[in-house]
């Protein structure tokens, strides 16, 4: 399905990558068109397509295929693939040959396994940092069954900071929010933390 890109957010990832700061694991295969953060609009659909209708918005995160025949694909956890799943960008694409193409471009095809649909009424640029912020913080979340009678920390505010706070206060947990910047308590407060603790960074001693 090809996908009208409409929104992407910015990850510290994708700086890493365009600046080649993990060439030691993932080397940066230049020109790179990063972003995989994505959110749009379904502009075509393929035959096999039964989830997705033209017009429909949609979004792709930071996978976009995998072997899908291993243990961990087949329990739903492509992330990991026996084999080698395929990143949205700067990965090998096994189908088309060559790398993978991020969503800081006008459109992207996707095999509709790695796409999700986006409800009505969610804000469609406001969602699109779900796809790894929000992921990234909800997984572990729900994972350690956060709720009420529960106290989490959430260190630093600030991208991931913003998304932790947020889910661990819709959870219902009593929340602590740690920072470095004082000016940061009225937003942590308006987000949901019932605490804020200020602390300040120390130089390690040798």
Known sequence: MQIEI???GVCHSDLHQVRN???DVMPTVYPVVPGHEIVGRVVKVGSAVKKFKEGDIAAVGCLVDSCRTCASCRAGQEQYCETGFTLTYNAEDKILGGVTYGG???SIVVDEAFVLRVPKGLDP???APLLCAGITTYSPLRH???G???KVGIVGLGGLGHMGLKFAHAFGAHVVLFTTSPNKTADAKRLGADEV???QKTKPRC
């Open 104 to 106: 800081y471009s006008q």
């Open 144 to 146: 350690w069954k956060v």
């Open 21 to 23: 700061e993990w060439k």
């Open 197 to 199: 603790v200020i602390y």
């Open 125 to 127: 640029a406001g969602a």
């Open 148 to 150: 009420k009678g529960q």
């Open 6 to 8: 409409l929104y992407c």
